[in-house]
């Protein structure tokens, strides 16, 4: 070990996890995860009405949780060696803050009001709001969704806004400004007491928020306040300028420098999304389709910008230079749902375990979860042994809506060819084909866009705990799938953004050189399979336009 280390800080759905790393070679040394107590209750959330809301206490706590147990015992003299920290968040995930930057639900009178909260990446109340921003940008001549991917998403930093102010006088009153997670964590580390000094990520805000240098920052008040005037003066409260995330947020303040048992020189990154971080510690290169799979995916790509020029893609979420590698154009894309396809399938059929074992059965809590914890298991055991067939059941994977190619979060998922020998792992292998499907759309898209795929990489829980999913993948992209051998790629990644920052590297692809932890394992198409899966995913594409009709 030497004497430079660094934290990566990787914000999931459910938890955070902190990851200290060795910048000599990539080591992890240590990782702690806290899962968010508010959120693991239900708290502030309602599944049905696509509300899904977290408490800003949650990623406080975990963030001081999960780096003090970094330093336990024996590891406690290796905190010294701290050099930098950076932070991955999910995203677009904004909360409304007064112009300190205090999230409003820090504030007592708002302490449990959901709208005060992050409102999560997943919260797709927004659907109206989002379609009246399509509509609304047809109007202009300048295409301010040209660098989104034509359409914008209820997923989405605006939309959110729009919908929170229109369901809250609350918020109306008292939300100076509104930040993403990823900029307010850097912001707190690093003492901030003024919004407007926030450093903003280039990567949220060119993905999420409808930034660009062509438009001088945010499209122009002109069109928010026409928009709702709602919206009117929020655009000067924002921000203008963002910045890459291998630039330094400031040092660590004495009190949190205190609290975490680190020393204030320690240089705090820019913040970003998990999936950018995450690819980006996934040894992304040039044209290389970088797959993060977890509840849901993100799909990253990366390209020289003087090779894509002012090429657009449609459909897609976003391309943003800098957002990725600096000087290259990162692009984006993924699915809203994928292991959640899963834990919904494990969630219905699990119903017995909770509703039917006796009250009185010894250690029934502990019994219901380890019958539980084999579900997924066991019915990808029991798919794998079934040949896929082309009147096989087949699925949708839109349970969460479709988040590319061409958003749309009002869609639903749907099975198909139901019969009565139709069981568990028959139904389970249809949604798994669906989840490869969908990624298969998106590829397509970069395709027919113009943009090639020169090869495929997994991250991700997905990625490293399913064989079973990765070569079904492989199989219908009919393309091999290179697995990271980290098993924390966006804390990884964090912690090379972080090595970047506080001057160990002078760039990011030295970091990546250095710290990078290689591959694995890789999953080669089945070849009966691939013309196989052509025909389903034809059938797939067929019904996922019925779909689109009876919506």
Request: hydrophobic fraction near 40%; proline fraction near 5%.
């Amino acid at each position: 070990m030497n004497n430079s280390l660094v934290i990566g800080l990787d914000y999931g759905s459910d938890s955070v996890r902190s990851v200290l790393i060795d910048t000599e070679n990539g080591a992890e040394l240590a990782s702690k995860v806290f899962y968010y107590p508010r959120w693991s209750k239900g708290m502030y959330c309602d599944a049905p009405n696509n509300q899904f809301r977290q408490h800003p206490l949650d990623y406080i706590e975990g963030l001081e949780e999960s780096i003090k147990g970094l330093f336990e015992g024996e590891r406690a003299g290796l905190a010294k060696a701290v050099k930098g920290i950076s932070v991955d968040t999910t995203g677009s995930t904004p909360v409304a803050v007064d112009a300190s930057g205090t999230p409003l639900a820090m504030l007592s009178e708002f302490s449990e009001d959901p709208h005060a909260m992050f409102i999560l990446w997943k919260d797709h109340t927004a659907i109206k709001e989002a379609e009246e921003i399509n509509r609304h940008a047809e109007k202009f001549p300048t295409n301010y969704l040209k660098y989104v991917g034509g359409i914008y998403s209820s997923e989405w930093f605006w939309a959110k806004i729009l919908r929170t102010l229109r369901v809250s006088e609350a918020m109306q009153k008292h939300a100076h400004s509104w930040v993403e997670h990823c900029d307010w964590i850097p912001f707190l580390l690093t003492g901030g007491k003024d919004v407007r000094e926030m450093k903003r990520s280039r990567c949220a805000a060119g993905h999420k928020a409808m930034w660009h240098e062509e438009f001088e920052g945010l499209p122009p008040e002109e069109f928010w306040a026409s928009l709702d005037p709602l919206l009117a003066g929020l655009r000067e409260r924002l921000f203008a300028e963002t910045q890459t995330s291998e630039l330094s947020a400031g040092n660590l303040t004495a009190e949190w420098a205190e609290r975490l048992g680190l020393s204030t020189d320690v240089v705090v990154g820019v913040g970003a999304f998990d999936a950018h971080m995450g690819a980006v510690g996934g040894e992304i290169k040039p044209y290389s389709f970088s797959r993060i799979m977890g509840t849901s995916t993100c799909d990253i790509l990366v390209a020289p910008m003087e090779e894509m020029g002012d090429y657009l893609v449609k459909g897609i979420c976003g391309q943003v230079d800098g957002s990725v590698l600096p000087g290259m154009l990162g692009m984006e894309a993924g699915q809203s749902a994928f292991g959640d396809v899963y834990a919904w399938f494990k969630n219905l059929i699990s119903w017995p375990i909770d509703e039917l074992l006796p009250t009185d059965l010894p250690n029934r809590a502990e019994v219901a979860a380890k019958m539980k914890d084999n579900i997924i298991p066991a019915l990808s055991k029991a798919a794998e042994q079934i040949s896929p067939q082309e009147s096989s059941e087949l699925a949708l994977d839109w349970m969460n809506g479709r988040r590319t190619p061409d958003a749309d979060q009002s869609l639903k998922g749907a099975i198909f060819n139901l019969n009565l020998g139709s069981d568990a792992p028959r139904v389970f292998r249809a949604l798994v084909e669906a989840t490869c499907f969908g990624a298969r759309a998106i590829v397509e898209r970069f395709g027919r866009e113009g943009v090639p795929i020169k090869e495929v990489i997994g991250l991700g829980g997905v990625a490293k705990k399913s064989p079973f999913v990765m070569q079904t993948l492989a199989d219908v992209l009919n393309m091999p799938i290179k697995i990271a051998r980290s098993e924390q790629t966006c804390a990884l990644g964090a912690g090379m953004f972080a090595a970047v920052a506080a001057g160990i590297f002078p760039n990011l692809q030295e970091a990546q050189s250095a710290m990078g932890q290689g591959f694995e394992n890789s999953y080669e198409p089945i070849a009966e399979h691939v013309a196989l899966y052509d025909k389903l995913y034809a059938s797939y594409m067929k019904a996922g336009a019925l779909v689109e009709k009876l919506k």
